[in-house]
C-alpha cells in the first residue's frame, strides 16, 4: 500500500518525513491500537507518540498486527516519541526511551523529541510510569536542576546507537533553539510546537527553517483539542477555529472543509502536521491535502487571525510558567 501523506520533508540527515501523521494525544487506550490500525490501511505512516500520552503499548499493538498483516514494513513507518520532564538527567535518558521502545514494540524511532523544556524531580519508571507532572500523584510539580545541554547530550548518544534515527525538540523558544545550538553536536531535525491561526508564530517557524529544524505543528484545530478538557477560551466573543465564518468561507471556495483548509495553511508554511481523528471519513480526510492549493492571499487572511493564544500552557495546569516574558 503506498502512502498518501504527501510530500515527504527532507530532514537535515536527509531521512524522510512525511508531512501529515496521526497525532496520539488524548487517544484513549481502548480504541488506540485499532485507530492506528485503521490509521495505516488509510495510508498514515506517521504516528506521534509520547511518554506522557499513557497508549505507546496500544499504539505499539495497532503497528504489530498491521506489520504482521504485510499492510507495511517497519521502512514504511515513521515514529515519534518523546522524553519526558522527570527522564533529564544523563543517566534516566537511555531508560527512557527503552521503556518506550519496549512498549511500542520497536527497535527504535525514527524521531525522539525532548517534550518540553523543563526538568521535573525523577520517578523511577518502576514506581509510576507514566510519571505526568507531579512528583507524587495530587502533589505539587517539583523542578529539577539539570542543565538542557546534559539532557541534549544524552540524546546525541541515543543517535549515536541507534535507538533514535533522528533526535529533536519540542515546546521550545527561539532564545533556547539558540542556545542549543552553540554546543549540540548533533543539531535538532525537528522543533514540534503548537501552531494555529490563532497562534501563528511566525518568526519562530522561520528561525527553525533558517536554522535547516523542520518543524512539526501540533494542534491545527486550535480549541478543538482543548475544549473537552477545559483549557479553550469560553463566552460569546470567542469563535472556535473550525467554526469561524473566514475559515467556511474559504472552505467552501475550495470545496474542501474547514479542517483541511487549517491544515493546509500549516502545511504552506512549510509544516507537517499531525491532526487526531477516529472518525474513518475524518482520518482519510486529513490525508486529503495535496489536490490543491491555498491562494497567498488565503493563507494571509488566516494568518490574520492570530491573536497569540496559546492553548498548551503548563502555567494552568503545572503552576510552571514556561512561556512567561
Given at each position: 500500500?503506498?502512502?498518501?501523506?504527501?510530500?515527504?520533508?527532507?530532514?537535515?540527515?536527509?531521512?524522510?518525513?512525511?508531512?501529515?501523521?496521526?497525532?496520539?494525544?488524548?487517544?484513549?487506550?481502548?480504541?488506540?491500537?485499532?485507530?492506528?490500525?485503521?490509521?495505516?490501511?488509510?495510508?498514515?505512516?506517521?504516528?506521534?507518540?509520547?511518554?506522557?500520552?499513557?497508549?505507546?503499548?496500544?499504539?505499539?499493538?495497532?503497528?504489530?498486527?498491521?506489520?504482521?498483516e504485510g499492510l507495511v514494513t517497519r521502512k514504511d513507518l515513521f515514529i515519534t516519541s518523546k522524553l519526558w520532564c522527570t527522564y533529564h538527567?544523563?543517566?534516566?535518558?537511555?531508560?527512557?526511551?527503552?521503556?518506550?521502545?519496549?512498549?511500542?514494540?520497536?527497535?527504535?524511532?525514527?524521531?525522539?523529541?525532548?517534550?518540553?523544556?523543563?526538568?521535573?524531580?525523577?520517578?523511577?519508571?518502576?514506581?509510576?510510569?507514566?510519571?505526568?507532572?507531579?512528583?507524587?500523584?495530587?502533589?505539587?510539580?517539583?523542578?529539577?536542576?539539570?542543565?538542557y545541554q546534559e539532557t541534549w547530550q544524552a540524546m546525541e548518544c541515543l543517535f549515536d546507537k541507534g535507538l533514535a534515527k533522528n533526535i529533536g525538540i519540542s515546546n521550545m523558544p527561539g532564545a533556547l533553539i539558540y542556545d542549543v545550538l552553540t554546543y549540540a553536536r548533533i543539531k535538532p531535525a525537528v522543533l514540534q510546537i503548537e501552531v494555529h491561526p490563532y497562534l501563528v508564530r511566525e518568526q519562530l517557524v522561520s528561525l527553525a527553517h533558517s536554522e535547516g529544524i523542520a518543524v512539526t505543528a501540533y494542534s491545527s484545530f486550535g480549541d478543538t483539542s482543548y475544549q473537552e478538557i477545559n483549557m479553550a477560551p469560553t463566552g460569546s466573543e470567542f469563535k472556535p477555529l473550525l467554526k469561524y465564518e473566514l475559515v467556511a468561507d474559504i472552505a467552501a471556495k475550495y470545496a474542501k472543509s474547514p479542517a483541511q483548509v487549517l491544515l493546509r495553511w500549516a502545511v504552506e508554511r512549510g509544516c507537517a502536521v499531525i491532526p487526531k481523528s477516529s472518525s474513518p471519513t475524518r482520518l482519510r480526510e486529513n490525508l486529503s491535502l495535496f489536490d490543491f492549493a491555498l491562494s497567498a492571499d488565503d493563507v494571509q487572511r488566516i494568518s490574520a487571525l492570530d491573536r497569540n493564544l496559546r492553548l498548551n500552557d503548563p502555567a494552568k495546569y503545572a503552576k510552571r510558567a514556561i512561556w512567561a516574558s
Open positions: 500500500m503506498s502512502s498518501s501523506t504527501g510530500p515527504a520533508i527532507t530532514l537535515r540527515n536527509g531521512l524522510k518525513m512525511p508531512t501529515v501523521g496521526l497525532g496520539m494525544w488524548k487517544v484513549s487506550r481502548a480504541t488506540a491500537s485499532d485507530q492506528v490500525y485503521q490509521a495505516i490501511k488509510a495510508g498514515y505512516r506517521l504516528f506521534d507518540c509520547a511518554c506522557d500520552y499513557g497508549n505507546e503499548s496500544e499504539v505499539g499493538s495497532g503497528i504489530a498486527r498491521a506489520l504482521s538527567r544523563r543517566e534516566h535518558v537511555e531508560p527512557a526511551i527503552q521503556r518506550t521502545l519496549q512498549d511500542l514494540g520497536l527497535d527504535y524511532v525514527d524521531l525522539y523529541l525532548v517534550h518540553f523544556p523543563i526538568a521535573l524531580k525523577h520517578v523511577p519508571i518502576e514506581q509510576r510510569y507514566p510519571p505526568e507532572w507531579s512528583y507524587e500523584v495530587g502533589g505539587p510539580v517539583i523542578t529539577d536542576n539539570v542543565p
